[in-house]
């Protein structure tokens, strides 16, 4: 079955540390791809997507994250982390780059630590 | 610079009672959806609306009815509740469907005894 699937449930990193959130799709061709961010007790917000061209994009808040046609990845990256990204991470996609709603994974809670 | 307005925050209905969500934006965007959040699930989608007057089934739509009342507003109702729709219910809003990002609301937590 076609899908997004986030691999990791929680992950436990040390402020200052840097961070991978990683995200594969299950689709024949290239979709969309997003990252939102959650956190607690709100809705989502979006941190960067990709559509075509430069496979490195950059977000908010120091995010930026990879596509990578060859392994149908598209992991998210920071370079060190902060106390305040602690968050619930989902990584979203609209199959084959239709007009058709956005399909997200399961989230990656993320857990910083002092 | 609400954004997108989702009413109410909480709620706590009993199996059989029925309620409707209200979700409205005022960024002018043409498509609006409502997805459930539950834990260890990600967000599916339940229903959505890609342009005011049309109205399509997502992922999870049984037990669930919308209506898209003009290009602002859509709303979720719900005509007997269950225990298993005991979620965390958001509203989201884009200019098309497609490689638009999602505004979203800030959620609704239902819990259904």
């Known amino acids: 079955a076609q899908s997004v699937t986030q691999p990791d449930i929680h992950i436990t990193v040390s402020e200052g540390a840097s961070l991978e959130l990683r995200c594969n799709y299950s689709?024949?061709?290239?979709?969309?791809l997003f990252w939102y961010v959650q956190s607690p007790g709100q809705g989502l917000q979006l941190l960067l997507k990709y559509f075509s061209g430069d496979t490195l994009v950059q977000g908010i808040k120091g995010f930026e994250a990879e596509f990578k046609r060859s392994q149908s990845s598209f992991n998210l990256r920071k370079p060190s982390v902060h106390w305040s990204d602690a968050a619930e991470y989902f990584c979203a996609v609209v199959p084959n780059s239709g007009n058709t709603p956005l399909v997200f994974g399961k989230g990656t809670r993320l857990s910083v630590i002092a | 610079n609400a954004g997108v307005t989702q009413t109410p925050k909480f709620q706590v209905l009993k199996t059989g009672q029925s309620m409707t969500l209200q979700c409205a934006q005022d960024?002018?965007?043409?498509?609006m959806y409502w997805y459930r959040q539950d834990p260890g699930m990600g967000l599916r989608l339940i229903y959505y609306s890609a342009s005011e007057g049309t109205t399509d089934k997502g992922e999870v739509p049984n037990g669930y009815n919308v209506s898209r009342l003009n290009k602002r507003e859509f709303s979720l109702r719900l005509e007997s509740a269950a225990p298993s729709q005991t979620s965390v219910y958001f509203c989201?809003?884009?200019?098309?469907?497609?490689?638009?990002?999602?505004?979203f609301g800030s959620g609704t937590r239902l819990t259904v005894v």
């Open positions: 689709y024949g061709a290239t979709p969309y």
């Open positions: 960024m002018n965007h043409n498509s």
């Open positions: 989201a809003s884009s200019r098309g469907q497609g490689g638009y990002g999602y505004t």
